[in-house]
T-cell receptor
Framework: GNSVTQMEGPVTLSEEAFLTINCTYTATGYPSLFWYVQYPGEGLQLLLKATKADDKGSNKGFEATYRKETTSFHLEKGSVQVSDSAVYFCALNTGANSKLTFGKGITLSVRP | ETGVTQSPTHLIKTRGQQVTLRCSSQSGHNTVSWYQQALGQGPQFIFQYYREEENGRGNFPPRFSGLQFPNYSSELNVNALELDDSALYLC???????????FGPGTRLTVL
């Protein structure tokens, strides 16, 4: 079956540090890949997506590239801000329905 | 454009009771998916409704049931509540089962 594996957390960074959050997946077929972000007390917000190999999704300074050869979709940001503190989820979809399979999520805390 | 809304925000029930959670989809969206997010975990797919028909179900027992109305709003019903049903229940809407989904803020259910 489909699965998503995220690196263990939590992650604590200083403001303006470089961020990488690893995500690898196992899927049948050709999945679409997503990063969602969950701020404290809120639901999930779509951060970025990629629908085919070598696509790069980007939004709000975050980027992730769909790597089919390594089955990965790592999230990066060059300079994090305190406001980026949240829980980040990697997810995939392969089916005829829009069921999303999520990783466990990772908590990012950014210190001023 | 109105986003996805859910009610109630919080709910406390006792074991064995029944609960109904409600979701209004984003304007123009005809697909609603429900997810259960246990504390510290990623969301798990419960089921999806597309144009009032169930369109896929995750690994949840039959006591989890749902409904979608002609205006595409949806209900999640859980019978015979168990302690492990305590979680954040998220509703997400999309257009025509596209994988890009928009989430509501969730309903926090506590079962005592």
């Amino acid at each position: 079956g489909n699965s998503v594996t995220q690196m263990e957390g939590p992650v604590t960074l200083s403001e303006e540090a470089f961020l990488t959050i690893n995500c690898t997946y196992t899927a049948t077929g050709y999945p679409s890949l997503f990063w969602y972000v969950q701020y404290p007390g809120e639901g999930l917000q779509l951060l970025l997506k990629a629908t085919k190999a070598d696509d790069k999704g980007s939004n709000k300074g975050f980027e992730a590239t769909y790597r089919k050869e390594t089955t990965s979709f790592h999230l990066e940001k060059g300079s994090v801000q305190v406001s980026d503190s949240a829980v980040y989820f990697c997810a995939l979809n392969t089916g005829a329905n829009s069921k999303l399979t999520f990783g466990k999520g990772i908590t990012l805390s950014v210190r001023p | 454009e109105t986003g996805v809304t859910q009610s109630p925000t919080h709910l406390i029930k006792t074991r064995g009771q029944q609960v109904t959670l409600r979701c209004s989809s984003q304007s123009g969206h005809n697909t609603v998916s429900w997810y259960q997010q246990a504390l510290g975990q990623g969301p798990q797919f419960i089921f999806q409704y597309y144009r009032e028909e169930e369109n896929g179900r995750g690994n949840f027992p039959p006591r989890f049931s749902g409904l979608q109305f002609p205006n595409y709003s949806s209900e999640l019903n859980v019978n015979a509540l168990e302690l492990d049903d305590s979680a954040l229940y998220l509703c997400a809407s999309s257009l025509d089962r596209f994988p890009e989904q928009f989430f509501g803020p969730g309903t926090r259910l506590t079962v005592l």
